[in-house]
């Protein structure tokens, strides 16, 4: 069975710093997949927060987290990882990883372009 297993979210405070986990179960993360990140806050739509080629490493990121989230690969491990640094309240959503294969770089923000979803984890940050 292909799923996306997603690892690594919890509640920490403003400024603070998690690492979520995406693992793909069941087949590899070939050279043409691309991984992504979105996310979804209560009542607003998925939208797309990071992603990363696997074959070249090339990565793309949303403008609210450049600078504060990285996005990166271990393919012997098959898991990729989005490290994210000074944590705002705005950022409070679930949050999904997502792959597909030949996505667009153009386009690599819309969820339609992926193809497998894991099933979410849920990021808060409050005081």
């Known amino acids: 069975q292909l799923q996306l297993v997603e690892s690594g979210g919890g509640l920490v405070e403003p400024g603070g710093s998690l690492t979520l986990a995406c693992v793909g179960s069941?087949?590899?993360?070939?050279?043409?997949?691309?991984v992504g990140w979105f996310r979804q806050a209560p009542e607003k739509g998925r939208e797309g927060v990071s992603c990363?080629?696997?074959?070249?490493?090339?990565?793309n990121y949303e403008d609210s987290v450049k600078g504060r989230f990285t996005i990166s690969r271990d393919s012997a491990k098959n898991t990729v990882y989005l490290q994210m640094n000074n944590l705002k309240p705005e950022d409070t959503a679930v949050y999904y990883c997502a792959a597909g294969g030949y996505v667009d770089v153009a386009t690599w923000i819309s969820p339609d372009e992926y193809d497998y979803w894991g099933q979410g984890t849920q990021v808060t940050v409050s005081s």
């Open positions: 990363i080629r696997i074959g070249d490493g090339s990565t």
């Open positions: 069941g087949f590899n993360f070939g050279y043409y997949y691309t």
